[in-house]
Every structure is written in C-alpha cells, then in structure tokens.
C-alpha cells in the first residue's frame, strides 16, 4: 500500500463517496429547512469521506519524491490530525444512527397513520428524549385534528366520484 497511485486511487474513490453524501444532504437539507447540518447525517459522511481522501492524498505525496524530506514530519502531523477528525465525525455518525434507530421505534404507532406527512411532522417535532407532556398532548391533539380533516375530505372524494354529492 506504500504505491502512491494506488493511494490516489483510493483517494479518489472517496472524493466520489464524499461528494455523493454531500449532494444527497444537501437536497435533504433543502428540503426540511431549519434543520441543523450537524444533524444530517449525509453531510457528516460526506465530509468524513472527504477528510479520508485528503489524508489518502497526503500520504502519497510524502511517498514521492515532489517534496524535501523535511516536511514528511509535519505531514505526518496533519494526517494524524485529520484522522483524528474523521474519527470523531464517524462516533457523531453512529450515534445518530444509534439514536434514529430508539426515536424511530417510538414513533412507528404515528407512522402508520393515513397519510405521510404525519409521520413526517410526528419526526420533525420529536427532538430528544425529554419532551414536555403538555407539548405531547398538544402534538396528538394536532395529529388527531389532521387525521379527522383528511378523512373528512376522502369521505368527500368518495361522495363526489359515486354522484352523490
């Protein structure tokens, strides 16, 4: 593993993997505004992959000859550091992961509901693990509120297309 292309390969290989976790976080991000990219978990891979290429890439410029052999030491030095870095990204990474796997069995009785978007809101409003009875209360009042007014409009639908109405 001590040939330099062989390192740009894999380099590249995750500037591609870190692009691609970009781009999809992005539309994610775009598309639920005012949520935090420190909570979306494409970004944090993303920039994770990135960080790896570039630690790739520097490795095998110290493995050349392009550089005086002074600067191998400090090199050494940042690609520690960028490790480092990655590291902690992939335990942010994991814990979300940890964390959307406990919230997501919480939430599946809301996910079956009559359309998406409770399942959606019934996400966006479940932040942590201590939420306030009287704001739960509130959000089930809300989703029984939609439930009833989305049937009531198929129950329209339905009168609408059998004539009826």
């Known amino acids: 593993m001590s040939d330099p292309r062989i390192l ?41 992959y990135l960080l790896l290429a570039l630690v790739f890439f520097i490795s095998a410029l110290a493995r050349t000859t392009l550089l005086p052999a002074w600067t191998a030491p400090y090199l050494l030095g940042v690609s520690f550091a960028l490790l480092i870095i990655s590291l902690v990204l992939a335990v942010m990474v994991v814990r979300m992961g ?38 739960k209360e509130a959000q089930r009042r809300e989703r029984r509120r939609r439930r009833l007014e989305y049937r009531r409009k198929r129950a329209e639908q339905r009168r609408r297309r059998a004539g009826k109405a």
Do not use: M
């Not at 894999?10 to 909570?39: D, E, I, M, Q, T």
């Not at 069995?105 to 409770?118: F, I, P, R």
């Open 8 to 48: 740009i390969i894999f380099g590249l290989f995750f500037v591609v993997l870190g692009g691609y976790n970009l781009v999809v976080g992005r539309r994610r991000l775009l598309a639920h505004p005012g949520s935090s990219p420190l909570k979306q978990v494409n970004i944090l891979t993303g920039s994770e």
């Open 98 to 135: 940890f964390r959307g796997r406990t919230a997501s069995g919480q939430s599946s009785e809301t996910a079956s509901g009559a359309d998406g978007s409770q399942a959606k809101a019934a996400a966006q409003t479940t932040t942590g693990p201590e939420i306030d009875p009287a704001l």
